[in-house]
């Protein structure tokens, strides 16, 4: 257990941290689920409307440390290809 006045303070300030992350983590794949599922019902107007919607919160997530920005390159590609894939 923490026992100065400063590992107290790290100590709430990590778990206010983690509830942050976890939400805004959550947020992220509530927005890129949304996309895929557009994409599985193969009806490719919602697909890009869920994209467009997408890609912000993927790049704030990546600005706040969320995840790393190749990974977020990646999502990014990976959808809209399989969104321009579709007929």
């Known amino acids: 257990m923490a026992n100065t006045a400063q590992?107290?303070?790290?100590?709430?300030?990590s778990i206010a941290r983690r509830e942050?992350?976890?939400?805004?983590?959550?947020?992220l794949r509530t927005f890129?689920?949304?996309v895929v599922k557009a994409?599985?019902?193969?009806?490719?107007?919602v697909a890009s409307e869920n994209?467009?919607?997408?890609?912000?919160?993927i790049d704030a997530s990546v600005s706040k440390g969320?995840?790393?920005?190749n990974k977020a390159a990646r999502?990014?590609?990976?959808?809209?290809?399989?969104?321009l894939k579709m007929s």
């Open 7 to 13: 590992a107290r303070k790290r100590a709430r300030q």
């Open 20 to 27: 942050r992350n976890m939400a805004l983590k959550s947020k």
């Open 32 to 34: 890129v689920k949304n």
């Open 39 to 45: 994409i599985d019902s193969e009806d490719k107007s």
């Open 51 to 57: 994209y467009k919607k997408a890609v912000p919160v």
């Open 66 to 69: 969320i995840i790393h920005k």
């Open 75 to 83: 999502y990014k590609s990976r959808l809209n290809k399989q969104i």
